[in-house]
């Protein structure tokens, strides 16, 4: 089956002036984090599970990485770029670094995506039949439940990613940075800034999502913003940016 492409229709992004930053945060109080999805790979285009699996980039991801790049050369100025060290995210990242007044690449792997144990490598849609216990794990409603195979919980993710952007965040005050990351993460940081939101959706290939960090305080300027990809166009299905693919 091959994977459907949204070459473009309108700008997917999501403004919240509900959650625009506090009066106390002004005054460059607080840190502006850019947070972009990694740019595509084949896995993504086969339904494929990556997790901790070191894919890379195929060619829609790289030039997907380049064009996030220049827009974001054309935005106010780039104080540092952090990545997952895994390869899809950290060639997207080096890609945005060099364009951005060719900053070094700062790796954290608490950035890296879900570990999902005995799913990784498999094509999601015959997860339920290869390993049908880690496919329950998976699709479970608890948030503590660890996936067979070495797999993370909900739970740890959580605590692991939004415990780097809030590093990143205290050391950037006042500063705008790039973070990029993975599906997963994404939409973990989503929750941590908004608990009691609506689902954020699916999470695109090099979508770019704005977060203010002040101390403690997290809130979101934009979301989901693909504008860029007016030439090489996303994956419609959003593979490994939405809920049933890690």
């Not at 005995?118 to 660890?146: C, I, M, N, W, Y």
Request: with cysteine.
């Amino acid at each position: 089956m091959s994977a459907v492409r949204t070459q473009w229709a309108s700008p997917v992004c999501l403004h919240f002036p509900r959650f625009s930053t506090s009066s106390r945060c002004m005054g460059g109080s607080y840190a502006e984090i850019v947070v972009v999805r990694h740019g595509e790979t084949e896995w993504n285009a086969d339904g494929r599970i990556q997790g901790h699996l070191d894919v890379e980039l195929n060619e829609a991801g790289k030039q997907q990485a380049a064009l996030v790049a220049d827009r974001l050369s054309k935005e106010p100025k780039i104080s540092a770029v952090y990545s997952s060290d895994l390869k899809r995210a950290l060639v997207t990242a080096e890609t945005i670094a060099a364009k951005c007044g060719g900053l070094e690449v700062i790796t954290d792997p608490d950035l890296r995506e879900r570990n999902l144990g005995e799913l990784q490598g498999l094509v999601f849609r015959e997860a339920a039949k290869l390993s049908p216990k880690a496919h329950k794990a998976f699709l479970s409603h608890r948030t503590d439940q660890d996936i067979p195979g070495g797999g993370e919980s909900l739970d740890h993710l959580f605590q692991r990613c939004t415990s780097s952007l809030q590093r990143i965040g205290n050391k950037h005050k006042g500063e705008r940075v790039v973070v990029v990351s993975h599906g997963g993460v994404i939409r973990s940081l989503y929750k941590r800034a908004c608990p009691n939101g609506k689902s954020g959706g699916k999470v695109l290939n090099t979508s770019v999502n704005i977060f203010h960090l002040c101390d403690k305080e997290w809130t979101i300027k934009s979301w989901g913003d693909v504008s860029h990809l007016q030439q090489t166009g996303y994956l419609e299905s959003g593979f490994g940016g939405d809920k049933t693919s890690g």
